[in-house]
């Protein structure tokens, strides 16, 4: 469900990176509260820097992000706490010792009373499936584990916006049908999801807008079966749509 109210805004976003590549260029984007929406684009096409930018891992060398109508950068501590990304690579997110201390780091850092903390990461590990798992190293963890421990962590923070970059890179099918259950459900209990993948065919039934980018640039933004007929321009493939079917199931 989405009311057209934009949570983020994103003005004239623009990267240039000292080797000359212009990851982002004059990127105008609203992200509305609730809505579940799918980023996808080639490789290098600027998604990954744009979603680095969204919470505030990356400051804007021009342009700017409000999140309710506030410039992220005003309160970084609030935006960190509002909008948590899963990144692409599930091993650079990995920051403790335990599976229990890496999901905790999150709400430490939001400096909340030891049992709130105990509380929330109980009910994110057990929500992901890796309770059993609490006092595992992350490290030996298989990569579909790994990805579900990322979304513990941003789920203990109990940030109303997710970023899930590529998140079903590396998995298998049934690692693949755990993470998206997870994204619709959150999804379904209100979180606003952006999804970023170029495997179109898993996400395209539960997504209600699709932006396409190329070359650092927004180049299309609408309802995603409607731009189905412009991704192979674009450089994406285009789903099978006997797949696309099949991806219903989870409705
Ligand atoms: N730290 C950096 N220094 C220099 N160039 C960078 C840096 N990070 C990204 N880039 C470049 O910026 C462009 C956009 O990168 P980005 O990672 O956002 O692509 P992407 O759309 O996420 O691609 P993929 O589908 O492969 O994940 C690419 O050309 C990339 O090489
Ligand atoms: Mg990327």
């Keep these: 469900m989405t009311d057209k109210k934009p949570i983020i805004t994103v003005s004239n976003l ?8 212009v990851a982002l260029d004059k990127v105008n984007l609203e992200i509305y509260r609730n ?17 680095k930018h969204l ?9 700017e992000i409000r999140l309710h109508d506030k410039n992220i950068h005003n309160n970084i501590y609030r935006t960190r706490q509002e909008i948590g990304l899963v990144f692409q690579d599930a091993d650079s997110q990995i920051i403790g010792q335990t599976v229990e201390r890496d999901a905790s780091f999150g709400p430490e850092n939001l400096r909340l009373k030891r049992d709130e903390i105990s509380i929330r990461v ?3 590990l057990s929500q992901v499936g890796l309770q059993e798992k609490k006092d595992h190293r992350p490290h030996t963890l298989s990569g ?9 962590g ?13 998140p079903f890179s590396n998995l298998d099918y049934e690692g693949v049908q755990n993470v998206l259950r997870e994204i619709v459900t959150l999804h379904k209990k209100g979180h606003t999801i952006v999804l970023i993948t170029h495997d179109l065919g898993k996400v395209l039934a539960h997504g209600e807008r699709l932006i396409i980018m190329n070359h650092g640039e927004i180049v299309d933004n609408g309802k995603p079966l409607e731009l189905l007929h412009k991704l192979e321009s674009c450089g994406i493939r285009r789903p099978d749509p006997d797949k696309l079917e099949n991806m219903t199931w989870l409705k």
Excluded: Y
């Design 154 to 166: 941003i789920l203990a923070m109990d940030s109303g916006v997710l970023i899930f970059d590529e």
């Design 122 to 124: 109980n009910k994110s």
């Design 35 to 51: 809505e579940f929406l799918i980023i996808s684009g080639p490789n290098g096409s600027g998604k990954s820097v744009l979603m």
């Design 144 to 152: 579909g584990e790994k990805r579900r421990l990322a979304i513990a």
């Design 55 to 63: 919470n505030g891992l990356m400051k804007p060398q021009s342009g």
């Design 14 to 21: 623009s990267r240039r990176f000292s080797n000359g590549t």
